[in-house]
């Protein structure tokens, strides 16, 4: 099982731009790797993901065309590079680790999370 560590969250105005890196304990080759939030009082949401190899990735509508998922086996991390952020991405992000796909994948490893809050 895979130990997670999110790293990269802050404070930005609308606007800017943030990179979340999510680096893994051990070889990520074979995990597909999704980025989730949850904001206060809301259930958790699945922002995007990654397939094991970097073939694939998807994104939640609310976030297409800003938000771009990759991947960097060698470095056994996985980045979500979030552009042009909005007051109602502010959030905990999450990155989760999965042997499935991303679709139907059960994630059974998960990082503690980094707060991303877009204010001016």
């Known amino acids: 099982q895979l130990q997670l560590v999110e790293s990269g969250g802050g404070l930005v105005q609308p606007g800017g731009s943030l990179r979340l890196s999510c680096a893994a304990s051990?070889?990520?080759?074979?995990?597909?790797i999704g980025w989730f939030r949850q904001a206060p009082g809301k259930e958790r949401e699945g922002v995007s993901c990654?397939?094991?190899?970097?073939?694939?990735?998807n994104y939640a509508d609310s976030v297409k065309g800003r938000f771009t998922i990759s991947r960097d086996n060698a470095k056994n991390t996985v980045y979500l590079q979030m552009n042009s952020l909005k007051p109602e991405d502010t959030a905990v992000y999450y990155c989760?680790?999965?042997?499935?796909?991303?679709?139907?994948?059960?994630?059974?490893?998960w990082g503690q999370g980094t707060q991303v809050t877009v204010s001016s």
């Open positions: 990654i397939s094991s190899r970097g073939g694939s990735t």
């Open positions: 989760a680790a999965t042997l499935g796909s991303c679709s139907k994948g059960q994630y059974n490893s």
């Open positions: 051990g070889y990520t080759d074979f995990y597909a």
